[in-house]
């Protein structure tokens, strides 16, 4: 990828002059649609951000919500989606430490990660390479710098078989007196790069995320894909902390995308940064030259404001930690940012029009079509059986086991379950048992069948879903961040679906009053295979008074209500990804705000034994999650299609006072009693429009069933 024309001749107009070759190639990343969202920065206004809770919205590192009295929580989200189709194991490893230094780079510890995967179909061995060598690079970094992995999804699609999607989210804690933001605090300040040396990998990263995928680039674009360092990361947060201890940093910027030109130039957007000398940076190879020492996207590394004077006691700490640390350059005033090389200038450009300057794409949009009603129904004990053995359906087991999700000891809910909770040990009473701490609940994910089937309303299904899943752990959610995944936006039709998913996740957040204090965009997810499924991973983070929650697993003697009622519309369904077909996509309730809430204090009623959300594979598999060897359910449903619709907004609820359930949700969402759980171990379900009547699948059956995934990857 080379600087567009268009874009060179708006650099010589504003420059005066040709740009050198440095020049040319920070322009080149810098303007890029990874950088500059020149595409999707026009649609993103739909997003409100803002709420009582917000201290730092969009625009830095991370965002930061106050989640309790004296202590905030960072959150955000990145992708590496090309990284890892090129090398899953690093592409997958680099995108967990990227997201883990901007949380470092507000002065929060993180806590939390959360991993969102998308693969092609399950039964490819290609995607089955893919998904280990991703699962593996996640598990390999997150365990060995100590930040357990909570929560997360996976879900296969023919649309990922060419390029798959990594997404990763975290969460960070601080005090208030800790935060630090990327503003530029004192011209006269020194610029201090600590962290790993720089080499030659990773170059060019900004600019191939904003390409299609071809299809040699398995091989050609390995040189585009960071090699991370997890000790070194794990020993760059100790560092981190230490420097935030000592109230040594006025402001960070971690080193991810463009490397040290895109670290310094999101400085410069806010401050004004003259890097004195790329000479000075610590290098582990010889001969690179200013271009590869600004665009290197070298991992492990980050940039600090620091005050002349502390210059050395931050080498001190770098080294006690044995990091490397370079005194690169000085915050001024003039207005431009400047670099140079063995003497002589190879960098001086405005520092706003570097930074801010590229122009938006306006691109033609194709509105998406509603899908007509066209599908034929299985038996049964065949669609049950097929659904809850589907990838996309069965147990996660073989993926989240492989993750550390204890360390830190705060996960008090952990993967497997809704929403993943964590324990807020600071504000708690010390003599409190930890099962009446304060806790922060984290879900994440997106349904590509539910966004393939209509962009808008999947979207908007895909907000709820997640606050769903956060009410299912009684936790009320109090702020998002998104990572909005799209195909190439030259295309009418592949906009036009993108642009739907931003509308329908803007108005779902909105409708929840859940503010999308930050994101990501990944566009260009185009290969041989074909442009991506419009994905919205959405991660939505949630407060809660006590980490003690339901579970999902049925308890075995209480009445099971369905809160939100039936559905029979199956448009997005497992079912119809399984059998073939196609429908409009259920209704989205209209009130998901009152609904949420209501939920998440139902959830934490002492009759409540288990509460469970319906999402993919429908009510089908919510039941079959909840069976357990002791622990069975006798239920009746009207229609095989209201037992696979995955309308959203609803849950299950195991409840030995089903009148105060009913009580709660009056005006607010249909309750329907579905039957009742018992002791057996077996889960009957009667279907009433079913001339055969129902089936009956005891626990050993329905495990089976689950292990797909596990049975294919040991």
Known sequence: MTLAESDRERVVGELGRDPTRAEAALFENLWSEHCAY???????????????????????????????????????????????????FDGAATGVGGI???????????????????????????????????????????????????????????????????NVACVGLLSPDRLVTAEAQRPGNRLVLVGNSTGRDGLGGASFASEDLAEDAETEDRPAVQVGDPYAEKRLVETNEALIDAGLVQSARDLGAAGLGGASSELVAKGRLAVASTNAVHQREPGMNATEILLAESQERMVYEVDPENVD?????????????????????????????????????????????????DLPME???????????????EAFEAVV???????????????????????????????????????ADADAAVADAPGIALAAGANPNWTACEPYAGAYATAVENATNLAAVGAEPVAAVDCLNGGNPEKSDVYGGFGAIVDGLADGCRDLSVPVVGGNVSLYNDSEAGPIPPTPTLAVLGTTDTVDAPGSALAGDGTLL???????????????????????????????GDLVATLARVAGDDSVS?????????????????????????????????????????????????????????????????????????????????????????????????????????
């Not at 929580?73 to 992708?79: D, L």
């Not at 204890?406 to 600071?426: F, I, W, Y």
Request: net charge negative.
């Open 38 to 88: 020149r595409s999707s920065l026009p649609l993103l206004s739909a997003f409100d951000s803002e709420s009582e809770d917000v201290v730092v919205g969009p625009g830095d590192d991370a965002a930061v919500i106050e989640v309790g009295d004296g202590i905030y929580a960072t959150f955000g989200v990145e992708s590496h989606n090309h990284p890892s189709y090129v090398d899953p």
């Open 100 to 166: 883990v230094r901007d949380t470092l780079s507000m002065g929060a510890y993180p806590v939390a990660l959360a991993d969102c995967l998308y693969f092609g179909g399950f039964e490819r061995e290609h995607s089955r390479y893919l998904l280990d060598g991703v699962v593996e690079g996640i598990s390999h970094y997150g365990n060995a710098i100590g930040v357990p992995t909570v929560s997360g999804s996976t879900a296969f699609h023919e649309g990922y078989e060419g390029n798959p999607l990594v």
């Open 313 to 361: 006691a931050v080498r001190e700490i770098a080294e006690k930690y044995d990091l490397g640390c370079s005194d690169i350059g000085e915050v001024t005033v003039d207005g431009r940012y400047v670099c140079e090389f063995d003497g002589d200038v190879v960098v001086d450009a405005p520092a706003e029009f570097l930074a801010d300057g590229a122009p938006l794409n």
């Open 367 to 381: 509105t998406p079509e509603t899908p007509a009603t066209d599908y034929d129904l299985p038996a049964l004990a």
């Open 389 to 427: 053995a589907s990838p996309n359906a069965a147990s996660k087991r073989w993926i989240y086991r492989q993750y550390d999700h204890e360390v830190g000891a705060r996960t008090a809910v952990r993967p497997g379950e809704d929403g993943a909770v964590l324990a807020l040990r600071e504000l």
């Open 562 to 592: 369905l809160v939100g009622g039936h559905d029979e519309r199956l448009g997005g369904s497992e079912l119809l990804a399984e059998f073939g077909g196609s429908d409009a996509f259920p209704e989205v309730p209209e009130n998901a």
């Open 610 to 714: 288990a509460v469970h959300d319906v999402s993919d594979g429908g009510l089908a598999v919510t039941l079959a999650e909840g069976l357990t060897a002791d622990a069975g359910a006798d239920v009746s449903v009207p229609s095989l299609a209201a037992l696979f619709s995955e309308a959203p907004g609803r849950a299950v609820v195991e409840t030995t006072d089903p009148a105060a359930v009913r009580a709660a949700f009056d005006g607010v969402a249909d309750v329907v009693e579905i039957g009742s759980s018992d002791d057996s171990g077996t889960l009957a379900i009667d279907i009433g429009d079913v001339e055969s009547g129902g089936v009956a699948f005891d626990h050993d059956a329905v495990a089976a069933f689950r292990e797909t995934i596990a049975a294919a990857m040991e």
